[in-house]
């Protein structure tokens, strides 16, 4: 190993353990009645997020598409030790929808101290084959919804001291075959909401920005997704959850989850054709 990759490396390690020490410790008390709206919670990690909510005592409201399986969480939330649960079904692919999700939890909240965005629309595992129309609905769910839902909560946001958390991923940092649509709606949101810390900072805003990079997590539809495609270790969920929730609560800029997420990210571009063969031998295809 040559001796600037070692001073790089070493910088690297200092660098992410100083972001760990210095980081503000999480006072689970905070969010005692936080007021709280956590999109994509019907299953999966925004589920999770609910219930880690819900048992620290916060005010919740609950969105995605299928009413029945979201009364089932509501009732699990209340039973946990939320505050208060709600839950309005809604479509993130329809234009109104976003605003209506909004207004419903200011409405049953009196206002909002964390905006959770976290739901996907499901998406292909597979080679592009030219699906434009699938690539604009997707960003229609994933991205412009995102974008929509933060504007209109950003007011009550602001009067409150509050944090906008986006729930992203690897796959907004870095490339990967099988996922176009996917990946590409991800680099949307890094993108803007980047734009929008940079923009928040400069008017001393009030709010916050977390931006939460995830690596493989064990949730069902992602696991159906790889299966016998990768051997890639996927994380819990509900361990990524609550990473998610500290984040938030802590106003930190950025989560990588698992750690290591933090690496592949900043070396990515050091050695591109080391990367990109690591990354094309990672999945079991034959052509
Ligand atoms: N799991 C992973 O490996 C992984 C890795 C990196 C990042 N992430 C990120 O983590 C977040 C959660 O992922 P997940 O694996 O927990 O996802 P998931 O289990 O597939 O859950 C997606 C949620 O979004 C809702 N949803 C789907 N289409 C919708 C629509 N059109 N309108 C409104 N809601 C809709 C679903 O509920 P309904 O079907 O009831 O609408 C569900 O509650 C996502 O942002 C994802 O990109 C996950
Ligand atoms: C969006 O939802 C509204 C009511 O919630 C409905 O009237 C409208 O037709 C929907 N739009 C689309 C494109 O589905
Ligand atoms: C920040 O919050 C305080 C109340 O906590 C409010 O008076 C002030 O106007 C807010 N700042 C902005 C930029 O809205």
Redesign the pocket.
Known sequence: MGAVTKVLLASICVAFLAAKWTSPRFDADSLKGARVLV?????????QMAYHYARFGAQIVI????EK??QQVVEKCLSLGAQKAFHIA????NES?PDKVVDYALEKLGGLDYLVL?????SPFSMWKGDVDHTKWLMK??FF?YIQMAWKALPSLEQNKGSLVV?????GKITSPFVAP?TST?FALNGFFGSLRHELAMKKSNVSISVCT?????????MEKVRGVTDVQ?YP?TDAALNIIITGATRQPELFYPWFTYFIAITKDWFPSVTDYIIQNSYNYIP
């Open positions: 999109t994509g919670a019907s299953t999966g990690i925004g589920e969105t995605a598409r299928r399986v979201l809604a479509d993130m692919a929808d976290n739901h996907i629309g499901p769910v994933n919804s729930v992203s991923s690897l796959l996917y991800k995830l690596g493989l997590i064990d949730t069902d539809s992602a996927a969920a």
